[in-house]
């Protein structure tokens, strides 16, 4: 059995992107789990960190510090910040932790992102109402395209998915009768 004195950094790297597949998570997102895991694993193995047992908030303080004085975007803190939420709380599902230690930093703010530009209800409408237009004066052969380009955006607006979320989207993901849309 695992356990964490006896799980190396790469087997917990392993588990939780294997943890990522079996959950449904997408190749991106499994690309981007595996980029800041190893980003960790190097900064652990230079703390002369290689077990997952030797990981507590006392030696997680510091890697943000490290990251903060790398002077990453807010985005690049958060995704890794979140990454490592993910590998901790597979760790603690499958019983080889006791408890996640990130849930006890308050280290995953937005460091110096600068704020979305935000449409209003008003801007949206304007936007749909275009859009709509631009269906019904569309030709027979384009009408097909435009009715797609007006269904991605309405699923934008209405659900906050990102582009590429909803270009990567396949028949299989989208639950009609459910209402639901697997990302």
């Known amino acids: 059995m695992l356990?964490?004195?006896?799980?190396?950094?790469?087997?917990?790297?392993?588990l939780t992107l294997k943890c990522?597949?079996?959950?449904?998570?997408?190749?991106?997102?499994r690309k981007g789990f595996r980029g800041n895991l190893f980003t960790?694993?190097?900064w652990c193995?230079?703390?002369?960190v290689s077990c997952v047992g030797d990981i507590n908030t006392a030696l997680l303080k510091p890697y943000f510090l490290y990251l903060k004085e790398k002077q990453l975007s807010g985005y690049t803190v958060k995704s890794r910040c979140n990454s490592l939420r993910y590998l901790f709380g597979c760790?603690?599902?499958k019983g080889i932790i006791p408890d996640n230690p990130m849930n006890y930093l308050k280290i995953c703010p937005r460091l110096g992102e600068k704020a979305w530009d935000v449409l209003t209800l008003e801007d949206m409408g304007l936007l749909l109402k275009g859009v709509e237009k631009r269906y019904q004066d569309a030709s027979?052969?384009?009408?097909?395209?435009?009715?797609r380009?007006?269904?991605?955006?309405?699923m934008l607006l209405a659900t906050g998915m990102r582009s590429c979320e909803i270009a990567a989207l396949k028949v299989k993901d989208v639950d009609?009768?459910?209402?639901t849309v697997r990302i």
């Open 3 to 14: 356990t964490e004195k006896s799980l190396s950094l790469e087997e917990a790297l392993d």
């Open 20 to 29: 990522a597949e079996q959950s449904g998570y997408g190749e991106v997102t």
């Open 40 to 42: 960790f694993m190097k």
């Open 45 to 48: 193995s230079a703390q002369n």
């Open 91 to 93: 760790l603690e599902e």
């Open 140 to 147: 027979t052969e384009y009408k097909r395209s435009t009715l």
């Open 149 to 154: 380009d007006k269904l991605m955006l309405e």
């Open 176 to 179: 009609l009768e459910k209402g």
